[in-house]
């Protein structure tokens, strides 16, 4: 699945104003200087939120040099995905939506969201400009958070 619908993403939310105050932090936050201070992740868990494909955030970078020295097409995508995972940098996370986004909201998204292995996955399954899998991982079941 690569967005969520409206049915999983209201669970998310403890009410309507606080998607709408996300979204309104949001658009404050790039429209400000505090943007240059902000993670991929940070954008990756907004996206996320809103129920959005966040890995067409990401570009796969064409450099050959860089790729033949083993670089992979999509780091970024990694280091994203990685960050939103830990635990360790929840705070740091969460800091840009001033309370908005709780612990809680972060975890119901990290339960959606794979975390994908770099080591697992080949560059040549990124050829096509595809991603090998899906922006969202639901349950087959009725989701409750």
């Known amino acids: 699945m690569n967005t969520l619908s409206k049915a999983t993403t209201v669970q998310i939310f403890p009410d309507d104003f606080t998607y709408h105050d996300i979204r309104k932090r949001w658009s404050e936050l790039m429209r400000s200087a505090e943007k240059h201070n902000l993670w991929a992740a940070h954008h990756l868990l907004y996206l996320a939120l809103m129920g959005k494909d966040w890995r067409k955030s990401f ?9 033949d020295n ?19 940098r929840e705070e740091e996370l969460l800091a840009p ?5 709780t612990p809680v909201m972060l975890q119901q998204i990290r339960q959606l969201i794979p975390a994908p292995n770099a080591y697992k996955l080949l560059p ?19 989701w409750i958070g």
């Open 124 to 142: 040549e399954q990124f050829m096509d400009g595809q991603f090998p899998f899906d922006a969202y991982s639901v349950p087959a079941e009725p």
């Open 70 to 88: 083993g670089a992979f097409h999509v780091w970024g995508l990694f280091r994203a995905t990685s960050a939103l995972h830990m635990a360790s």
């Open 97 to 101: 939506f001033n309370g908005l986004v």
């Open 59 to 67: 570009r796969f970078f064409t450099n050959q040099h860089k790729l």
